[in-house]
């Protein structure tokens, strides 16, 4: 089975500076897809950033970036020029490219990052 | 555009009760989830349905039964709940195909007294 694992429980940046979030995952499997959700305190789950394993070209959303490193299995989400807006859970997800299970998201623990103006 | 619609957003039981989340997505996804949240857990899942009349266990099932009444709805029901059962539960839908993407609802927030 697949695990998805956050080492950092709480994150904080100061305001327009830039802040990585670790992520790293444990499968056999070569073919996958990597997720990064942002939950602020509402409870909403957004999606951030996708990223498909066969691509070797990192994600980028506007502030937002990932740096994977598939031999590392590692997936880390850079957020540059942080806003107060930034300030949530984020959580890292795995899905197998294989039609299993659903379809379903593994999910790591966590990052709580707090935003300091 | 409603999404995914989940209630209640919060409930209160006591020990034995039982009650029934209810979940319904209006983009005609084939695919359906049920997760549990809990503190430095991230989100698990308790069922699943991967089109409508099927459905399957997730990681967490013990204690949990679902139906996937239709297209549109999905239901997970807590036959006897037990303070285990604490925690915030969330629907989601999947949308398929290159802008893959799960569509989460609000969430409830269910407390086992």
């Known amino acids: 089975a697949q695990t998805v694992t956050q080492s950092q429980p709480e994150m904080s940046v100061q305001e327009a500076e830039t802040v990585t979030l670790s992520c790293t995952y444990d499968?056999?499997?070569?073919?996958?897809?990597l997720f990064w959700y942002k939950q602020p305190p509402s409870r909403q789950m957004i999606l951030v950033i996708r990223?498909?394993?066969?691509?070797?070209q990192n994600a980028t959303e506007n502030r937002f970036s990932v740096n994977f490193q598939k031999a590392a299995k590692s997936f880390s989400l850079k957020i540059s020029d942080s806003q107060l807006g930034d300030a949530a859970m984020y959580f890292c997800?795995?899905?197998?490219?294989?039609?299993?299970?659903?379809?379903?998201?593994?999910f790591g623990g966590g990052t709580r990052l707090m935003v300091k103006p | 555009n409603a999404g995914v619609t989940q209630t209640p957003k919060f409930q209160v039981l006591k020990t034995g009760q039982s009650m029934t989340l209810q979940c319904a997505q209006d983009?005609?996804?084939?695919?359906m989830y049920w997760y549990r949240q809990d503190p430095g857990m991230g989100l698990r899942l308790i069922y699943y349905?991967?089109?409508?009349?099927?459905?399957d266990k997730g990681e967490v099932p013990n204690g949990y039964n679902v139906s996937r009444l239709n297209k549109r709805e999905f239901s997970l029901r807590l036959e006897s709940a037990a303070p285990s059962q604490t925690s915030v539960y969330f629907c989601?839908?999947?949308?398929?195909?290159?802008?893959?993407?799960?569509?989460f609802g609000s969430g409830t927030q269910l407390s086992v007294l």
């Open positions: 983009m005609n996804h084939n695919s």
């Open positions: 349905s991967a089109s409508e009349g099927t459905t």
């Open positions: 989601a839908s999947r949308r398929q195909g290159l802008n893959e993407k799960l569509f």
């Open positions: 997800a795995y899905r197998s490219a294989f039609n299993n299970a659903g379809n379903m998201l593994t």
């Open positions: 990223q498909e394993a066969y691509k070797q």
């Open positions: 499968t056999s499997e070569s073919d996958y897809y």
